[in-house]
């Protein structure tokens, strides 16, 4: 027996799923990670103006031990799977004690290290991900989606792993890193992964790779204060943004919304630049047909991640509310922003429910 999802696509029965493609990795799964765990601690609910509002996190990690599986004895074995990044009882009470209602989750992290892979691997890799992280969101379906970490080297492979992920293990979207091998994929080489992002209705999760490793010259950001990671990823996520809009991808695919991580990088905070580059540079052959200020209030939203007062205001006032998600990094311990956003000073009430949850609501077809 198969049902219809609220976008009207054929799902499998998840027993079946269960009992076929994710049989072997699902009873490591239910073993390993506390699926069957006992109560939770209580959950801080989070209230505005006396009502009950639904909150979701775009930005949370997890590795799967499945994947370490598929990769032994390959060029890429002898990857980390840290037991502290795993999902597990630990995840939900931590969501439980900030108030977080859903995460949508994703294997964005250590620098996107599959997409090393040869094709055939990285079919396996994300497949092995996809299937495990379909399992534990089954076991949680009222606080977990799921986001399929795509083999963005490969377009064509990354399509038809999103729609497999989408429409047979009821992922909601894709999570990619913000270059392939020092190539943006704003090209039209990419294409063919857009357009199936476009024509499943999901959003694409950004996120970069430590350290920005095709941005900078060895060394560059060395030093104290952790740069790679403080300077390097929203810069990458900088100019992937900006990429999207110049090369003209946001306008191939105009129904295409794309999630910037770490506040959007640093483009909301110095869009005035952005705005002018390419009059001021009409060599440079710009190929979008609006201004970027537009694609930020249209296709392009930013996590919460900027952890003051000014900056969310400015991201708010650049992007508008409709653009501003929120977002934790889980389970890295950067600042919470829950509390940033419910007690701004400047936004109104139905604006913080929005960042808090309301619109990744929607971009996630997440329902109450």
Not at 287 to 290: P, S, V, W, Y
Not at 307 to 320: C, I, P, Q
């Given at each position: 027996m198969s049902f219809l999802s609220s976008r009207g696509m054929k799902m499998p029965n998840r027993r079946d799923f269960l009992k076929t493609a994710?049989?072997?990795?699902?009873?490591?799964?239910?073993?390993?990670?506390?699926?069957?765990?006992?109560?939770?601690?209580?959950?801080?609910?989070?209230?505005?103006?006396?009502?009950?509002?639904?909150?979701?996190?775009?930005?949370?990690?997890?590795?799967?031990?499945?994947?370490?599986?598929?990769?032994?004895?390959?060029?890429?074995d002898g990857r980390e799977f840290p037991e502290w990044q795993l999902l597990g009882p630990a995840r939900l009470e931590e969501m439980n004690s900030r108030g977080i209602d859903y995460q949508a989750l994703s294997m964005t992290i250590n620098g996107h290290w599959w997409y090393e892979a040869d094709r055939a691997l990285a079919t396996r890799i994300v497949r092995a991900a996809d299937e495990a992280l379909a399992v534990w969101v089954e076991a949680h379906p009222d606080r977990f989606v799921a986001l399929s970490s795509v083999a963005l080297p490969y377009p064509d492979l990354?399509?038809?792993?999103?729609?497999?992920?989408?429409?047979?293990?009821?992922?909601?979207?894709?999570?990619?890193?913000?270059?392939?091998?020092?190539?943006?994929?704003?090209?039209?080489?990419?294409?063919?992964?857009w357009a199936k992002a476009e024509e499943l209705g999901v959003p694409v999760f950004m996120h970069?790779?430590?350290?920005?490793?095709?941005?900078?010259?060895?060394?560059?950001?060395?030093?104290?204060?952790?740069?790679?990671?403080?300077?390097?990823?929203?810069?990458?996520?900088?100019?992937?943004?900006?990429?999207?809009?110049?090369?003209?991808?946001?306008?191939?695919?105009?129904?295409?919304?794309?999630?910037g991580a770490h506040g959007g990088g640093y483009l909301p905070s110095y869009l005035g630049r952005t705005e002018v580059a390419c009059a001021r540079f009409p060599d440079t052959g710009c190929?979008?047909?609006?201004a970027p200020s537009e694609y930020l209030r249209t296709q392009v939203f930013a996590?919460?991640?900027?952890?003051?007062?000014?900056?969310?205001?400015?991201?708010?006032?650049?992007?508008?509310?409709?653009?501003?998600?929120?977002?934790?990094?889980?389970?890295?311990?950067?600042?919470?922003?829950?509390?940033?956003?419910?007690?701004?000073?400047?936004?109104?009430?139905?604006?913080?429910?929005?960042?808090?949850?309301?619109?990744?609501?929607?971009?996630?077809?997440?329902?109450?």
């Open positions: 994710g049989a072997a990795a699902s009873g490591v799964y239910l073993m390993g990670h506390g699926l069957t765990a006992g109560a939770q601690s209580a959950r801080r609910e989070i209230m505005l103006n006396g009502r009950r509002v639904t909150t979701v996190d775009v930005h949370a990690h997890c590795v799967f031990p499945e994947v370490a599986a598929v990769i032994a004895g390959s060029p890429l990354a399509a038809e792993q999103l729609e497999y992920a989408v429409t047979q293990l009821g992922a909601r979207g894709a999570a990619v890193g913000g270059q392939v091998h020092g190539e943006y994929p704003s090209s039209e080489r990419f294409d063919p992964f970069p790779a430590l350290g920005a490793p095709n941005l900078v010259l060895e060394n560059t950001l060395a030093g104290r204060g952790g740069l790679d990671n403080v300077v390097g990823g929203p810069f990458e996520t900088t100019l992937f943004l900006t990429h999207m809009m110049f090369d003209g991808t946001l306008d191939r695919f105009p129904d295409l919304q794309i999630v190929l979008n047909t609006k996590d919460s991640m900027v952890f003051s007062e000014e900056g969310l205001r400015h991201l708010v006032a650049e992007m508008g509310a409709s653009q501003v998600v929120y977002g934790t990094d889980v389970p890295f311990p950067w600042p919470e922003t829950m509390d940033l956003i419910i007690d701004s000073p400047t936004l109104s009430d139905a604006e913080k429910e929005m960042i808090l949850g309301g619109n990744l609501m929607r971009l996630l077809d997440i329902e109450a």
